[in-house]
């Protein structure tokens, strides 16, 4: 065998070598919360590609609709940034809003990341430093209007909440509120990043996030102290994982992946 007939088939070896290996390489979407799109799924996107060779895209549409999609086949792993009875209340809501029917599984598995902290937010030159769950529930509910009655200044309030299947605001309404409904009035955005966005517009503003969102962004507001509301990060399937869904959570699991909640 000649020398350049030896360098022409080691060439076509590394060629179908590299084309099998693009072949191999994939990319799995994961529909749900913003909080988990921002907390680890995102930032540990390129460490996941670096020992798995597959792509995440994330597609932030609140753990609502991020259950919607696992259900009905559009995805095969959810995020969400609840309980996993939260999540599919989230489901519920926003199957509801969008005028969709949906029936719930029987063998959803719970694959819990980590814990997370929900905090109270307002404009950074709001003085109120503290509040009581029951002076957060008035506040959301619109029985106090006035900031002056909760030891601030004399200033509306303006409450600013995600939508109908965000999870975040599901863990508030039920810990904080009781389940209460949000004073009708208020702004309701679809992301947390939104929502940091108009409390930091407006010093009358009150909101809720993701502590981890919080710390990567504040913006012009600042957290104010009440006991804490903790919630779980996860990634849902419904039964097994399939093979691709059980490679992302064996990452994240890992010692490479729980670097990102620390």
């Not at 959301?140 to 002056?148: A, L, M, P, R, S």
């Amino acid at each position: 065998m000649t020398k350049q007939l030896i360098k022409i088939l080691s060439l076509t070896t590394c060629c179908l070598f590299l084309l099998s290996s693009l072949a191999m390489a994939g990319t799995i979407k994961v529909w749900g919360s913003t909080t988990c799109q921002k907390a680890f799924l995102e930032p540990g996107a390129t460490d996941y590609k670096a020992a798995s060779g597959d792509d995440i895209k994330v597609l932030g549409v609140g753990t609502g609709k991020g259950m919607m999609a696992l259900i009905s086949g559009k995805a095969v792993v959810a995020a969400a940034s609840s309980p996993l009875e939260s999540a599919i209340k989230s489901a519920k809501k926003a199957a509801k809003k969008a005028g969709e029917e949906i029936v719930i599984p029987d063998n959803l598995i719970f694959h819990e990341m980590t814990k997370d902290i929900i905090v109270p937010i307002v404009h950074k030159d709001n003085p109120v430093g503290a509040l009581s769950f029951e002076q957060l529930a008035k506040l959301n509910t619109g029985e106090i209007t006035n900031w002056k009655d909760v030891g601030g200044p004399d200033m509306p309030v303006k409450v600013v909440t995600s939508h109908a299947g965000s999870a975040t605001r599901a863990v508030f309404q039920k810990k904080v509120m009781k389940k209460a409904d949000y004073i009708a009035d208020a702004t309701i955005v679809k992301s947390t990043r939104l929502e940091l966005q108009n409390v930091s517009k407006d010093k009358g503003a009150i909101g809720a996030v993701s502590q981890k969102f919080f710390s990567m962004n504040p913006g012009d507001t600042k957290v104010v102290k009440t006991d804490e509301i903790s919630r779980p990060l996860a990634l849902i399937t419904v039964g097994t994982p399939t093979p691709e869904a059980q490679k992302l959570i064996d990452f994240f699991k890992s010692g490479a992946g729980q670097k990102y909640f620390q």
